[in-house]
């Protein structure tokens, strides 16, 4: 398949992003990697007549990690995740779940920024962020502001992100405890049918908190306060394991696709999450 026209821009810096989005508004959109906005445009289900390339656009590749913090830049692709020690050492749930996206070659290319910031229910990351509470940044002409992972998706491809601001740097609390990143996918490289992170700190022999998202079985990421709350307090019993699945159950709300229909989702959902936090809390 072949793209419509489209007019090429790969601007410097980011005052020359927001003046092309400024000057085309709807029609022009920008592209980190382009493994998600590309087939699109070939598929011509994306209409981009202004393409605004971000790759020379400085000060969005980096990854700082500090006692309390993680920031990572918009442009830090899935294989940087992969690759930085310091990172995996702090944050071990992101190179678990990095590693379960698609295959090499689209994780050299594909972005933080463009993962969360595309709104697809199937990308891994906008779960994940929920589940480590993470901030994003975004730029637009009226200057910088924060979003919460966990107010950022509205719909399908839908987000807080206004058309002419740009995703700049995710930032994450540095987590605590035990983590785990299921996914259950159809084939090496695929989408999830139904994939859970979880984060549990234990205190004793008991969970003090626990934060629990999953992806795509709604059309947006599902971040469940219920579930996360039905594991604290408890020693994460079958019992109480068996309240965490209730909850996310009733929080989910897939749809029949070609990954299978709607009961066989919800069975899918109900065997990642258990395992998932069954790992978390045999790490915390
Ligand atoms: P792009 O394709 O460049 O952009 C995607 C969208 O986000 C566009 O609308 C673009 O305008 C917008 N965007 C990009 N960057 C920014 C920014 N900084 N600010 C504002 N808007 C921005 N992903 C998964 O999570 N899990 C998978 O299992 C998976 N499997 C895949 C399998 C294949 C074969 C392919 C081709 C892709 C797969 N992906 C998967 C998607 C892949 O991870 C994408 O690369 C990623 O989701 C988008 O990142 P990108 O940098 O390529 O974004």
Redesign the pocket.
């Known amino acids: 398949m072949i793209p419509a026209a489209f007019e090429y821009h790969r601007p410097q810096d980011m005052a020359g992003v927001l003046a092309v989005l400024e000057e085309h508004g709807d029609d022009a959109?920008?592209?980190?990697?382009?493994?998600?906005?590309?087939?699109?445009m070939k598929l011509r289900m994306?209409d981009?007549p202004h393409l605004i390339d971000?790759q020379d656009v400085g000060g969005?590749s980096d990854i700082d990690v500090s006692a309390d913090t993680i920031r990572i830049g918009?442009?830090v692709?899935?294989a940087d995740i992969i690759d930085h020690a310091g990172l995996a050492d702090a944050a071990p749930i992101l190179r678990e779940a990095a590693l379960?996206?698609?295959?090499p070659?689209?994780?050299y290319?594909?972005?933080?920024?463009?993962?969360v910031?595309?709104?697809?229910p199937?990308?891994?990351?906008p779960g994940l962020m929920q589940c480590l509470d993470a901030m994003f940044t975004?730029v637009g002409p009226d200057g910088e502001r924060d979003i919460p992972a966990r107010e950022f998706y509205e719909a399908a491809?839908m987000t807080a992100?206004e058309d002419e601001?740009?995703?700049?740097a995710v930032t994450i609390p540095a987590p605590k405890g035990g983590y785990a990143y299921e996914?259950q996918?159809r084939k090496i490289?695929?989408?999830?049918t139904a994939a859970a992170a979880v984060q549990i700190v234990k205190d004793g022999g008991n969970c003090a908190s626990a934060s629990i998202a999953m992806?795509n079985l709604s059309d947006t990421p599902v971040y469940s306060e219920d579930a996360s709350n039905a594991l604290v307090g408890t020693s994460v019993d079958a019992a109480a394991v068996d309240a965490a699945v209730a909850a996310m159950l009733g929080d989910i709300d897939p749809t029949e696709d070609n990954r299978g229909p709607v009961a066989f989702k919800n069975h899918v959902a109900g065997v990642i999450l258990r395992r998932a936090i069954e790992r978390a809390w045999s790490r915390a």
């Open positions: 959109r920008v592209m980190a990697g382009g493994h998600s906005l590309i087939p699109m994306a981009v971000l969005m918009a442009m692709t899935q379960q996206i698609a295959d070659q689209v994780r290319m594909g972005t933080v920024g463009g993962n910031a595309n709104g697809d199937g990308n891994d990351m975004v491809y992100r601001e740009v995703l700049t996914k996918k490289g695929d989408y999830a992806t």
